[in-house]
């Protein structure tokens, strides 16, 4: 049973930065697209950024690009989301997610395009 596996999360002042983690098992993940989704309360789970297997080509939502950097290391297995210049508006459970089996899915930004998510990592940037 493929498993996602969040960590990083936690309380940070405007301005600040936090990366998460992603732990994922399965013996595809270098051909599998991976994504960063996250949910405010009240308001529906949004793309925030994905990355294709071999790493090589990202995508990221209008509202976290030239702040957030997806990345990983498909050697451990390993996603991350580098998250700079952070604002109150970011606070929202941080979901990781992963399509596997598919390095780039047609339609990155949907959450339809992914079969697996993890638990949630909460991150909240205080004003």
């Known amino acids: 049973q493929a498993q996602l596996v969040e960590s990083g999360g936690g309380l940070v002042q405007a301005g600040g930065s936090l990366r998460l983690s992603c732990a994922a098992s399965g013996r595809t993940f270098s051909t599998s697209a991976m994504g960063w989704f996250r949910q405010a309360p009240g308001k529906e789970r949004e793309f925030v950024a994905s990355i294709t297997g071999s790493g090589s080509t990202t995508f990221y939502a209008e509202s976290v690009k030239g702040r957030f950097t997806i990345s990983r290391d498909n050697a451990k297995n390993m996603v991350y989301l580098q998250m700079n210049s952070l604002k109150p508006e970011d606070t929202a459970v941080y979901y990781c997610?992963?399509?596997?089996?598919?390095?780039?899915?047609?339609?990155?930004?949907?959450?339809?395009?992914?079969?697996?998510w993890g638990q949630g990592t909460q991150v909240t940037v205080s004003s």
């Open positions: 997610a992963a399509r596997y089996g598919i390095s780039r899915p047609s339609r990155p930004r949907e959450r339809e395009s992914y079969d697996h």
